[in-house]
């Protein structure tokens, strides 16, 4: 079974970076092409019993699922990991008031490794007492850094030197979203309402406003690339749609319905041929990002908003979180349609004919004088 409950409301979920995962020993030959994934949720700051926490879960590539138990859990008492971002190193978390930083660990015990998590010791001051980063996003290299806050401010900084490269205390009335494009040198930012912008990173100038239509509300954005080894830009209203921009342009290319339920979380593959989306109805649902035509749906994947995708590093599995406590394993092979191939009953029908018409050497006659009629005209 692919759909597992872990006892808490889930927000993120990520692919523990291949750089990270235990090596090999004698004990996990059985498994080789086993990974990780790291799950963060929780009850937040009442007294609801429900704990707040980071879990690793292993995934096993040959059944494609996660396993029932996480691998390492680590309590965080009343602190809610409500966004995070995953590094080679570990994965960066923020709190209500401020952000943390967590370090891999790989611990050996009864001749075997396993992977876990535990709080750096290393305080991100410059993030302290800043309020609630609602959007929190390394580049490709993990070279960089950029936080959005529920403030509306913009900050991006030199990692992990925490050295500050930009800020803009207004950038939105709310920072809701932030991605890095594939080359680091832009990063596009979504308020809670209104247009996007893109930022180019070395001169933290605003290159580009991607203006909204139709009252769009965008809820999500991500970096692509192309067959050419260019970029482009996919933005997704909350509404079911998906628009994509020309990042040398700035440009709208292409705006599409996908769904009529809302886009709660979005991902792009790392090879950028697939989209995913997951809705307030608990769907999921992966696009062909050349023309957004559907791939695959999995319908009722979770019972609750699905609040998280990742995909995985080869782009072959799709990571999903929820708010219902369940995360899932989903694979980006189409399913094939049952039932018999429309080309293959025509034939037989044509075989079926030909064949009668064989076994009546009057009707045969009748047939070739007709069809030479047929073809005489036609000429």
């Known amino acids: 079974m692919n759909h597992i409950e872990y006892g808490i409301p889930l927000y993120g979920v990520g692919w523990v970076p291949n750089g990270a995962q235990p ?21 937040g700051e009442g007294s609801t019993g429900v704990k707040n926490a980071v879990l690793v879960v292993r995934f ?13 859990e680590l309590r965080l008492g009343s602190e809610l ?20 930083w967590f370090e891999w660990e790989k611990e050996l015990g009864d001749g075997a490794y396993k992977l876990s998590v535990r709080r750096s010791d ?14 929190l996003a ?32 207004q950038a939105h009335k709310t920072v809701k979203q932030i991605d890095f494009s594939h080359d680091g040198k832009f990063l596009v930012s979504l308020g809670q309402s209104g247009p996007g912008r893109v930022w180019d990173v070395s001169s933290a100038a605003v290159v580009a406003t991607l ?25 997704a209203d909350k509404d079911g749609i998906i628009v994509t921009w020309n990042t040398t342009t700035w440009k709208r290319v292409r705006s599409k319905r996908i769904t009529r339920d809302g886009i709660m979380s979005f991902d792009v593959s790392a090879d950028g041929k697939l989209l995913a989306c997951g809705t307030t109805a608990g769907d999921l649902l992966i696009l062909k990002s050349a023309g957004l035509q559907i791939h695959k749906v999995v319908p009722k994947a979770h019972s609750g908003f699905v609040t998280a995708l ?28 049952k039932g018999v191939n429309l080309w293959v009953v025509i034939l037989i029908i044509l075989v ?11 009707s045969w006659t009748m047939l070739k004088s007709e069809l030479e009629k047929f073809y005489s005209s036609w000429r």
């Open 81 to 100: 990991p409500y966004r995070m971002a995953v590094h080679p190193d570990g994965l960066i978390c923020s709190f209500p008031e401020s952000c943390s």
């Open 352 to 362: 079926s004919i030909l064949a009668y018409f064989l076994n009546d050497p009057e």
């Open 310 to 337: 990742s995909f995985s590093h080869d782009s072959r599995v799709l990571a999903s979180a929820s708010m219902d406590s369940s995360a899932r394993v989903s694979t980006v092979e189409e399913v094939k349609k």
């Open 138 to 169: 390394f580049n490709k290299e993990g070279s960089m850094l950029a936080t959005g806050g529920e403030d509306g401010k913009l900050r991006v900084f030199k990692w992990p030197s925490m050295e500050i490269m930009f800020t803009e205390d």
């Open 211 to 235: 203006k909204t239509e139709k009252n769009e509300v965008f809820c999500a954005c991500k970096f692509s690339l192309v067959n050419n080894g260019s970029q482009v830009l996919h933005l």
């Open 23 to 43: 090596p090999e020993t004698e004990s996990t030959q059985s498994v080789p092409d086993s990974s990780h994934i790291v799950l963060t949720g929780g009850g």
């Open 122 to 135: 290393r305080v991100l001051e410059q993030l302290q007492n800043v309020g609630q980063q609602l959007a």
């Open 60 to 72: 096993d590539p040959s059944a494609t699922s996660i396993s029932h138990e996480p691998v390492a």
